[in-house]
Structure formats: structure tokens, C-alpha cells
């Protein structure tokens, strides 16, 4: 899965694996330096394709089991 991920798309869970448990959306746009929008459609991507969740409005986690570790060992 971590091959059909664009550069974005990766720089966007990178930023989300800094966090514990759930990721706050607001926070991305500070750790990305990028705009709300920006945020918004990677989010959007990342959710049509599976890689994450968003169970409270807001706030972004991980869709698949280990996929958070494997990424930081894949790209760290």
C-alpha cells in the first residue's frame, strides 16, 4: 500500500504519527505548514483510500492495524 502513497499522501501520515492515539486535524495544518484546504484534501484521500479514520469529526487515526509503525520503520 505504502508504494501507490504520493509524496504528499506520506508526508501527511508522517505528521499524523507523531501523535499517540488520534491525530487533531488543526494540528496538521501547523505541523505541515500547509493550508486548511491542503489538510483537507489529503484528508479526503487518505480516507477514500482506507489508510485512516476519522471516528470524531476532526480527528484523524490510523485504518489499519500496524500500518503507524510500519510507515515510521518504511520512511524512517
Not at 21 to 41: E, M, W
Not at 65 to 76: C, N, Q, R, T
Request: hydrophobic share 45%; proline share 5%; no cysteine.
Amino acid at each position: 500500500m505504502l508504494s501507490e502513497l504520493s509524496p504528499a499522501d506520506i508526508e501527511f501520515l508522517l505528521a499524523m504519527s507523531r501523535d499517540e492515539d488520534k491525530t487533531l486535524q488543526a494540528n496538521l495544518k501547523t505541523r505541515l505548514a500547509k493550508s486548511p484546504s491542503h489538510v483537507s484534501i489529503y484528508k479526503k484521500r487518505l480516507l477514500e483510500a482506507g489508510v485512516i479514520n476519522e471516528p470524531i469529526r476532526g480527528k484523524l487515526v490510523f485504518a489499519l492495524p500496524g500500518f503507524k509503525d510500519y510507515l515510521i520503520k518504511a520512511m524512517g
